[in-house]
């Protein structure tokens, strides 16, 4: 069973607006974290934002805020004023234990966002 | 620049070929990974090295071979590989239990031929 779901293969926003970006996760663990990471064309991924399930508040890191809703199992990310170096893969992660015991990132198949200028 | 880097990032090679990726972090984590992602598909955890030592492989066919000679260097060895192998690799590292996240090179874009 997909553990992080992106139902949203591709999104288009205009340059200078938020958008947000859909994630839900399935986990039965009472402790538990949740990222987003950036993969532009070049390949890299890079680390945006990171939520833990004990947060009581929504994770926040310049312009990308976490929206965390622990009842509904989900974890969008908004990006506001949105900028043309913004254009890339967004993929939403949960860490979670591998049966050896340690840790792991479960991703989701992410989300094509193109800023329109 | 994340602090783990990656060679080669690009390699073509022949089914019959051996070739070798080398990962290297210099951030004092315990924790190194080999993902491969394929067009489509989400990431898919190969192996996991916790201080040096093999802690989980995800039944990963045997024509692919990871070395950990130390907690800052990873290896993953190519051979034989099919051409439905050729995928982004990426090396992560992270500091495991601290809550931290994983820290991705650049990846090496893998075609086999």
Not at chain 1, 64 to 74: D, G, T
Not at chain 1, 96 to 114: P, R
Not at chain 2, 95 to 103: D, I, P, R, S
């Amino acid at each position: 069973a997909q553990k992080i779901t992106q139902t949203q293969p591709g999104m288009f926003v205009q340059e200078k607006e938020a958008v947000t970006l859909d994630c839900t996760y399935d986990t039965s663990d009472q402790s538990y974290g949740l990222f987003w990471y950036k993969q532009p064309s070049s390949g890299e991924m890079i680390f945006l934002i990171y939520q833990g399930s004990y947060d009581e508040q929504n994770a926040t890191e310049g312009r990308y805020s976490l929206n965390f809703q622990k009842a509904r199992k989900s974890a969008n990310l908004v990006i506001s004023a949105s900028q043309l170096g913004d254009s890339a893969m967004y993929f939403c992660a949960m860490r979670e234990l591998t049966q050896g015991g340690s840790e792991k990132l479960v991703f989701g198949k992410g989300t094509k966002l193109t800023v329109n200028p | 620049e994340t602090g783990v880097t990656q060679t080669p990032r690009h390699l073509v090679m022949g089914m019959t070929n051996k070739k070798s990726l080398k990962c290297e972090q210099h951030l004092g984590h315990n924790a190194m990974y080999w993902y491969k992602q394929s067009a489509k598909k989400p990431l898919e955890l190969m192996f996991v090295y916790n201080f040096k030592e093999q802690t989980e492989n995800n039944s990963v066919p045997s024509r692919f071979s990871p070395e950990c000679p130390n907690s800052s260097h990873l290896f993953l060895h190519l051979h034989t590989l099919q051409p439905e192998d050729s995928a982004l690799y990426l090396c992560a590292s992270s500091q495991e239990w601290v809550g931290t996240e994983a820290f991705f090179g650049q990846g090496t874009r893998l075609t086999v031929v």
